[in-house]
DNA sequence: CGATAGTTCGAAACCGATTTAGAATAAAAG
DNA sequence: CTTTTATTCTAAATCGGTTTCGAACTATCG
């Protein structure tokens, strides 16, 4: 058989297909025998709406866009942002709202194009580089975004207590006996000066001054540029008794680099990350790091998200922090 | 402004609404001076097709739908399941079409309407559990369908070859002079009994016999499951030196459960795993694994349905085997 | 009882494209 | 110069809903 239409709904309840729509979309001008007619017949009848012709007319599409770009390549295998984004997907539907990934603009101008066409409704950014044009267009655009773990002005963004974070790890370190102390931080974001404040807060607390050898920027979520960056502090006439990451993933890279080196943790040389995926908790020894509520967060920016827009007007922007949790493993020696 | 529709163009252009749609997508009766002009008018006003009016004629959404269920709960975090699922997705945007995740049906009867509702041109399905009804139903709907590591009659498939993988994993221990091999192997499926004829054809053709509790089934991807498996292994009278695991994740469960009885790895129980995610990588001992490529298996999915879509009389269901490839790491010590 | 208000419903326009069937024109053939 | 054929274009129907505005009817009121 055809696909049922409200038409023929309208057909076997003797009404017209304006009053179908409406019983079954909740207006008030329907009498309550009536919409209990349409309902059954509808159910009967495996009644299933047209989301295109839905869409056409409401100029609406319950459907949200999550933009991920990852440039490291490595695709959804970063396990901190499929939490978020598996998470941000459950609630999202909880709300009849289904996920698109604009992923790619191939074929369209640009992520902006891409979501016009399929009318997002909003959007999640969980990028890589926010710096991207195609991204500051996005943001820019008539489009609600609600955006992971950066700060746009004006707009809504969702991302850990950061600042907490990086302090937590720094005090613990200290609290360990450490003095020398470095810090391989992520490129210049709003969430990299937010960790470094939270590491000088600690560290001047302590009263603990930080040699400029011992900052070192490497990109995020890329190990090789951790790498790199352990290489270069181990390679310092006073190499440093600690070595904060930028993230759990990046610390691989330290790690792998330490190995080499023939450097045992934490003998040798102590180590926090950040992000306390799943990965850190099975290295031997347990990475020490700071959890970051992934679902939470992924949670929060979605519920952000379908408030901003089904409220467009009296929604305001919002920058919302979520807890996070200091997982001490093994990492790091007393001294 | 507003935003550009066909008519805009067609009054621009002093021709028919008609004329713009057909210049615009290739129609023969069209003369190359209108067409041209066409298509430029087209470019300067930033035009953008609606998707959903052309949904809403043509009946097709270049839309595919992913259905990914998890049972564990573990979201996307899997990493090979992200991975089949990104590469997947990568392969279709190339040709026009865009995600939608179907893992829901919630506010929908059932994963089949859920398809139905968004008009999805073919889906995907990427499932810890093929048993379900909702999976079944829409295996069996009008909807194209490939399947990742199933295998349904008269449906396409992708999978590893997980008989020459397992078997290599086999041949591998028995190489290094195991020959008490126990097997924790998956739950009852496709996938499943091709793995255990791989291993049994390398037992055979050593001439080795598996006692019966040498065999334990434990669910994929649960590594609690795993680990009790494995402490059921290391009670035996006689405990196996060789533990082979249903994949990398679950593994995972049996090394912590091996830490627990104080048995080291590979120097008192040899193990191996089964996917060769990252994370297997990174262990130490590096695990020995069979790797799949889920970047190829996640394209060739999404090849193969497109093909289905776009040629639904004449393509023909298949069962396609993407090779992997033995990692050897340092879990399996010679004896 | 006529006027007014309130309820319940339907006609019709509309969203923005696609596509069929045929019109108009030009070119070729007889 | 008429007829045929090809070429290029358009009118109009259609996809399946939503929504406005007014019609029809009933109930209430003075």
Redesign the pocket.
């Known amino acids: 058989m ?9 057909k076997k ?13 909740g ?9 209990e007619l349409i309902q059954k017949t509808a159910q009967e009848m495996h ?4 989301a ?8 609406t599409s319950h459907n949200i866009g999550i933009v991920y770009v990852d440039q490291t390549g490595s695709g959804l295998a970063h396990e901190y942002f499929s939490g978020v984004i598996d998470s941000a997907k459950e609630e999202a539907e909880k709300s009849g709202y289904d996920i698109t990934f604009i992923s790619s603009s191939i074929g369209y101008g640009s992520y902006v194009e891409h979501c016009r066409y399929r009318k997002c409704d909003g959007v999640l950014i969980v990028s890589d580089d926010f710096m991207s044009r195609q991204v500051q267009e996005l943001v820019n655009s008539e489009i609600p975004t609600v955006i992971i773990d950066y700060i746009f002005d004006g707009h809504s963004s969702v991302l850990s207590k950061n600042v907490d974070g990086s302090y937590a790890l720094t005090k613990y370190l200290i609290g360990k006996g450490h003095r020398k102390i470095a810090f391989i931080h992520g490129e210049t974001t709003s969430v990299t000066s937010k960790r470094l404040s939270g590491f000088y807060n600690a560290c001047s607390e302590e009263g603990i001054k930080i040699p400029e050898d011992y900052m070192i920027e490497a990109r995020y979520h890329d190990p090789s540029a951790s790498a790199e960056a352990t290489r270069k502090l181990m390679m310092l006439r006073t190499p440093p008794t600690a070595i904060m990451y930028p993230d759990d993933y990046s610390y691989l890279g330290g790690m792998m680099e330490l190995e080499r080196l023939n450097l045992s943790i934490p003998e040798d040389v102590s180590v926090v990350g950040f992000d306390g995926i799943h990965l850190s908790q099975v290295l031997r020894p347990k990475l020490t790091t700071y959890y970051q509520d992934a679902p939470k967060i992924g949670k929060i920016s979605a519920k952000k998200l379908i408030h901003t827009i089904e409220h467009k007007k009296t929604s305001v922007a919002e920058e919302l922090e979520i807890p996070g949790k200091l997982l001490i493993g093994g990492s790091v020696a007393q001294i």
Chains 1, 2 share one sequence.
């Open positions: 055809r696909v049922i239409t409200i038409k023929d709904i309208s309840c003797g009404v017209s297909p304006a009053t179908v729509s409406k019983a079954l979309n207006y008030g001008d329907i009498s309550e025998a009536t919409r009644y299933l709406p047209n295109a012709a839905r869409q056409l007319k409401t100029n």
